[in-house]
């Protein structure tokens, strides 16, 4: 069995907003404090564009890709912990 750390659960999550909303920005990344570096270095995004909030500040969008990655994103290595998220 593999160890599910909060790490992996936190990936997932980020991966399943990314593919329910269409994209992350670094304020993502921020609120579960986990460092873009390794998403960008193993290409599991890839920046996109641009997203306004409050009217003027702009954050860079991230989409998430899930074919041609150094690795498997997290939410195709750990098909059990999406499961056991969504509730199936």
């Known amino acids: 069995p593999r160890v599910v750390s909060p790490w992996k659960v936190a990936a997932v999550r980020l991966c399943l907003l990314a593919l ?6 670094s304020e993502d990344f921020k609120a579960v ?3 873009m570096t ?3 270095k193993f290409g599991w995004i890839a920046a996109t564009g641009w997203e306004k909030r409050e009217g003027k500040r702009r954050l860079r969008q991230y989409s998430l890709i899930e074919e041609g990655c150094k690795q498997q994103p997290p939410h ?3 098909p059990e912990i999406v499961k056991a998220i ?3």
């Open 76 to 78: 195709l290595k750990h």
């Open 20 to 25: 329910d909303r269409g994209h992350l920005t």
């Open 38 to 40: 390794r998403w960008l």
């Open 33 to 35: 404090k986990m460092d």
């Open 86 to 88: 969504l509730g199936g």
